[in-house]
């Protein structure tokens, strides 16, 4: 059975990876002549602005579609202030602002999460309350994932395998995590499998449970940061004896690509994983990877080698809150 145990945690680890893969220029405000006005809504303290951070660049979208980036020099429940390369001051209604984005990093980079994934492999960072994410994995493999609060997330997907009705692939990632500064945090949780058994079951079993119960931690920002972990398989009612090392991360190499390796390293069977890229968007991202995997034994039955050809993809569209 241990060796049974060893065997599914690797290839839940395959499975879960290879299965789960754009103005025109807003116009100054102009100062009004000096009239009687009713009083103004006191604005609140340069540290205490509601949700911005001031001295950082934003990209803003307004409600009619015009666009521009500036940093944010004060902000009060009703208006914001913007310094512009190009307009100067710009102040806007907060009625009117449709998207605000931060820009971070010197290089004016927009906000691309929270970074709580690599490719499919959980990360130490949460998404932050009431951002959320819907994506779609090697095309047959759908799912969302939100941040119920800074220390809760959850998140489902479902394959849509034709021919199969509703006895389909299921998968829950429900995920705790723990900010411990501002580039360092932990995490644990679980990644349960319904695995259906098509019809191939001597004994008309419809499924079976499995997945991976573990521990995280990563240091770094969302852009750049390395993720370290372990976890133990779990088969029905059977929990694997040999932890499953999880190591990888990512690097923002441009303002829309980032390289990204995540690894899976089981002590008896090898070791595996994905190596590759995301195209990243303010909203949306496009992750494509290889697989590779090493045998620690001639004796083991899972397969090893090296690949160049995807065989992850996934689209990621993500919604709520966006901004550091």
Same mark, same amino acid.
């Given at each position: ?122 990360? +130490?960072? /949460?998404?932050?309350? =009431? ?8 095309? @047959?493999? &759908?799912? !969302?994932? $939100? ?122 069977? +090898?070791? /595996?994983?994905?190596? =590759? ?8 991202? @496009?992750? &494509?990877? !290889?697989? $590779? ?32």
């Amino acid at each position: 059975m241990k060796k049974i145990l060893s065997f599914w945690s690797l290839l839940l680890a395959f499975v879960l990876t290879n299965a789960a893969a754009v103005a025109q220029t807003v116009p100054p405000v102009l100062n009004a002549p000096p009239v009687a006005a009713p009083p103004a809504v006191p604005a609140l303290p340069n540290d205490k602005t509601p949700g911005e951070l001031l001295g950082r660049r934003y990209d803003v979208e307004l409600q009619s579609g015009t666009s521009f980036s500036g940093v944010l020099r004060a902000a009060n429940a009703e208006e914001l202030e913007f310094e512009t390369t190009d307009l100067g001051v710009v102040k806007v209604p907060r009625a009117n602002v449709k998207r605000l984005a931060m820009l971070t990093g010197k290089h004016n980079y927009f906000d691309i999460g929270n970074g709580n994934r690599i490719f499919f492999a959980p990360t +130490g960072r /949460g998404l932050r309350q =009431g951002e959320g994410s819907l994506q779609v994995v090697s095309l @047959f493999l &759908v799912g !969302a994932n $939100y941040g119920v609060n800074q220390y809760i997330s959850v998140g489902g997907y479902v394959s849509l395998i034709p021919g199969f009705g509703i006895n389909q692939l299921l998968v829950l990632t429900p995920k705790i995590t723990l900010p411990v500064s501002e580039r360092f945090g932990v995490g644990a949780g679980v990644l349960y499998l319904r695995i259906p058994t098509f019809g191939f079951s001597s004994n008309r079993r419809q499924s079976f449970g499995a997945g991976i119960l573990y521990g995280t931690a990563t240091y770094g920002s969302a852009d750049n940061n390395f993720t370290a972990g372990l976890g133990y398989g779990f088969f029905e009612q059977e929990i694997g004896s040999e932890p499953v090392f999880q190591f990888g991360g990512q690097t923002r190499v441009s303002r829309r690509l980032s390289l990204l390796s995540e690894n899976y390293l089981i002590n008896e069977a +090898g070791m /595996g994983g994905l190596y =590759g890229v995301k195209i990243n968007w303010p909203r949306t991202s @496009f992750g &494509v990877a !290889a697989a $590779y995997t090493l045998n620690f034994s001639a004796a083991n039955d899972v397969g090893s080698g090296t690949g160049i050809i995807p065989v992850y993809y996934d689209f990621t569209y993500r919604f709520g809150k966006t901004g550091r």
